[in-house]
């Protein structure tokens, strides 16, 4: 994985400085809030409903052990004991005092990480399939790309104040893992006809009130051309963009405003710019560079061989289970990619204790050759273990409450904080992702249902991606009542669609049974070898409108 250089590390001490020094102005009433808001929030904090917030930055993922143990001994030292995994793989911390906030960046510092562009109208965090270096699915690891992007847009002088907040995704396979459509700007890593490796190019994609999917700008861009071609869409963004009304400041309002061949022609125009003044090359021996930051583990020579459960606690069942769902194929013989899923029902999904991350980081230490990953689905994944080592690990996760056999299951549920934190949202997102969990919590029960994403926000702002979940939930307000409104139809994937509305809300207490009237439809219609999508997209929204609404109905007619 990458590691700081002179400059990156003097590049994030001198922030710590100035942040300090920012804040100690702000706690002597030197600044005012309106003040001191831009300048929180380039540094990753926010003020919520009860206390400060601080989203730490995990570029594409990725993390030593090191780094989880010290963001442990943060949750442990300067929060309430836990940590909370996002959709874009940082780790939020949500019971932060500001008089802290110095201490924790430079504890940060101390391992190689930080909070900048984690908010504020900048490029954000750069995300990447959790499997990347591992699977052999991939054409090559996107990481290093991540890096040279991330390095790229750290304060880059003309994208520092866009009008809007932007996220980037990188991706090396036909199997979508990142979302990479519901991205303002997306890279995925392809091969031309000639066999040449090169990058396919997105834009335009994005959820909240006006949710998008990304268009294509260029089929084919050649690697030392990428971040010109990058800047060059930033470039027309930043011009071109509406800054006069909040709702209509991101890029995907401009693509769809003007038309993808506009927008091409506009961006076509920068590219050429760049290209022709040259300073935007990716030099072939620095991108060799960076990926050697990236090579590959010394992997042993090991025999393909996976094993059962006979020396599992609770026995070969469990074991059995987990493999089915939460591990991956490896590129190297003998190993293999373990999800360890942060959504055993009835938790808080995305949260981690701090004894819960001390423990894991034992594990990445002992299993995973030092690396752990994040994935936008709120999990974490060990990327190189070996295959013989997973009834240990399974055993060690079961006592850590973290041995859930449900990766992509109907409980492995994506929410956001929602109102239980965030000032934004209008109903709780928590609870409702419990009710639901707890309710299909039986395991073969969650196997006969298969595949089958959940994905709720407290609000239209999106951040629980509901507009990509199979079965999407969206919190709203009505005259101070949480109601819940249903969307079916939704992937994130590489079949990428924004999902249906339903009708209605429901109430905070029907929601869950609404949910699970329309899963028994499933089950009752379904196609031999048919997930949830596949059945919802050939039959449609009508009959599942009909009976997830039915108990309102009964009640209707019997009131």
């Not at 911390?93 to 924790?104: E, G, S, T, Y």
């Not at 956001?416 to 609870?431: E, K, M, Q, T, V």
Request: aromatic residues 8%; glycine residues 8%.
């Amino acid at each position: 994985m990458y590691r700081y250089d002179e400059f990156d590390a003097r590049f994030v001490a001198e922030r710590v400085a100035q942040f300090r020094g920012q804040v100690e102005r702000r706690l002597k009433g030197e600044l005012t809030e309106d003040e001191f808001k831009p300048l929180r929030l380039m540094n990753g904090l926010y003020l919520q409903l009860h206390a400060y917030m601080l989203r730490i930055a995990v570029p594409y993922g990725t993390l030593a052990s090191r780094q989880l143990r010290k963001l442990a001994h943060i949750a442990r030292t300067y929060d309430r004991g836990f940590g909370h995994f996002t959709t874009r793989t940082n780790l939020q911390f949500n019971w932060i005092k500001l008089v802290d906030v110095p201490d924790i960046l430079s504890e940060l510092a101390s391992v190689e990480m930080h909070c900048i562009q984690t908010s504020g109208n900048c490029i954000r965090n750069v995300t990447a399939d959790q499997f990347a270096g591992a699977t052999p699915e991939e054409i090559e690891d996107p990481r290093p790309l991540c890096e040279i992007i991330r390095q790229w847009s750290s304060l880059h002088p003309e994208f520092v104040f866009l009008a809007r907040k932007f996220k980037i995704a990188v991706g090396a396979t036909e199997h979508d893992r990142a979302a990479l459509q519901y991205h303002d700007m997306a890279v995925q890593i392809v091969r031309n006809a000639e066999g040449r490796v090169g990058y396919k190019v997105m834009a335009g994609g994005g959820m909240g009130r006006t949710p998008y999917i990304a268009q294509t700008m260029s089929e084919f861009v050649e690697r030392e051309d990428i971040l010109a071609y990058l800047e060059a869409v930033l470039r027309v963004y930043n011009q071109d963009s509406r800054r006069d009304n909040k709702h209509k400041q991101r890029i995907k309002i401009l693509v769809n405003a003007i038309g993808i061949e506009e927008m091409r022609r506009r961006v076509d125009r920068e590219f050429e710019e760049l290209k022709r003044m040259g300073t935007l090359q990716l030099p072939a021996e620095e991108l060799a560079r960076i990926t050697a930051y990236f090579a590959p583990p010394a992997f042993e020579a090991l025999p393909d061989n996976m094993p059962s459960g006979d020396n599992v606690p609770d026995g070969l069942g469990a074991f059995e289970d987990w493999k089915k769902t939460n591990i991956a194929r490896h590129k190297a013989p003998g190993y293999a990619i373990a999800t360890i899923s942060l959504k055993t029902p009835g938790q808080i999904p995305g949260d981690a204790s701090a004894d819960q991350m001390d423990a894991i980081a034992d594990l990445v230490d002992e299993f995973s050759l030092g690396e752990v990953r994040v994935s936008h689905e709120q999990n974490l994944v060990l990327p190189h273990v070996r295959q013989r080592d997973l009834p240990a690990i399974f055993a060690r996760l079961q006592a850590l409450d973290l041995a859930a056999p449900n990766a992509g299951l109907i409980t492995d549920i994506i929410a956001c904080p929602g109102l239980d934190y965030c000032d934004l949202a209008n109903a709780r997102s928590i609870p409702i992702a419990q009710d639901i969990a707890r309710r299909f919590a039986n395991i073969e029960r969650q196997q006969e249902i298969g595949e089958l994403k959940i994905k709720i926000s407290g609000c239209i702002n999106a951040c629980g991606h509901h507009h990509a979940g199979h079965i999407g939930i969206l919190g709203v307000d009505k005259k101070g009542v949480e109601f819940y409104q249903l969307q079916l139809g939704g992937s994130g994937a590489e079949d990428a669609s924004i999902g249906d509305i339903m009708g209605p809300g429901f109430g905070e207490h029907e929601i869950a049974g609404a949910v699970e009237r329309v899963v028994n439809h499933y089950l009752a219609v379904r196609r031999p070898g048919e997930r949830f999508l596949d059945t919802y997209r050939r039959v449609g929204m009508e009959p599942f409108k009909n009976i997830a609404y039915q108990e309102q109905m009964y009640a209707a007619h019997t009131g």
